[in-house]
């Protein structure tokens, strides 16, 4: 290994993946209290060094799960701008409760935010967390960003909407509901949400 | 104490408006790790024990002091929803930056929810904390949700709005960027959000 890191040997990719993968599969199972990187490091079949070495906290692992766990979700405008928000808006609910049942039973139906609202306190706690958490979203919404200012280009849109605006009404609008007030988060409230948004309410 | 028990006396609302007022300062003053309720009671010069028989955690009394400054916040139909809307999001955004600073110092120019993050999480973990937080935002939101009513019996707002996606557009977007994006917060964004949120963004 010393031998290794002398040749300047770049970080393995498909370690990282085979370890976030472990990490993301415990995360689920335990939820946030009961997860462990000296345990991720033994079902990844690494040394805890080299864990600790690229992610120094517990915090700092769950925020690289949830990061890759939501690269994976698609955003592609087809043309049909609710459509794609509806598709796009589904698939982080889907996420969301995923992460908030994360280490409950799965026929828990209380209202708890969970995970969700534990990644939020620790990127409130540590400064180097907040920073890895706002950079997540900033990488991730930029993506729907772009959607929308498509949508815009395509005359979809009005000419002068304001993407950002426009998705913190529509992502905040779900995270508002799943950390604050507990209030449903299902297709039809998506739906409800995304007409909502797009139409405006000014008589 | 023993014969006051002894007749039944209801519970002191002056008592208690002067513990809440104890703790907020404390609160403010410390932030949450730092905040103590045996502390509380030293200041409100009340027993321990009636702090504990009334707030059974710490978590309960940090929800009780938020409750009760959010329910300082005026909320009144004027005939011009845009200006009230503009008014009472900014009172809710001045209380989340004070809360945002608790026990930090008054200079700090970081993004941290601070505060706002630690009762999202409290709310999560404890399922009595989070029944409590709910029922505040749930007695909170009603009156803004009659306001929008009335903007929308007026004519002001379309007939078929519909009052609580609206809000959740509009209060989620303010949450969204303090707990999640890191965005900032001020009047200019308050303002893009209420005309983002009533004209709507479909052309």
Redesign the interface.
Known sequence: MGLARGRGRPRSEAADGRILEAALELLLDRGYDRFSVDEVAVRAGVAKTTLYRRWPTKDHLIVAVVARRQDAVPVEYSGDVRADLNRYLGAIVAGLHQMRQAGRPTTAD?????L???V??A???H?DV?VA??AM??HR?ALVLTLLERARAS?????D??P???F??????????L?????PLDAA?ID??VI????????
Do not use: C, K, M, P
């Not at 913190?168 to 509901?177: E, I």
């Not at 950390?179 to 209030?183: A, D, E, N, Q, S």
């Not at 909502?196 to 008589?203: E, K, M, P, T, Y």
């Open positions: 209380d209202t708890s935010a969970g969700v609202a534990e939020a306190a990127a409130a706690r400064a907040g958490v706002r979203f900033h919404n005359g979809e849109l009005h000419a909407v304001e950002e605006v426009l913190d009404q529509l992502a905040g609008a779900l995270y508002y509901r950390l604050i007030t507990g209030r409230y409800r949400l909502s948004a797009l139409r405006g309410a000014s008589a």
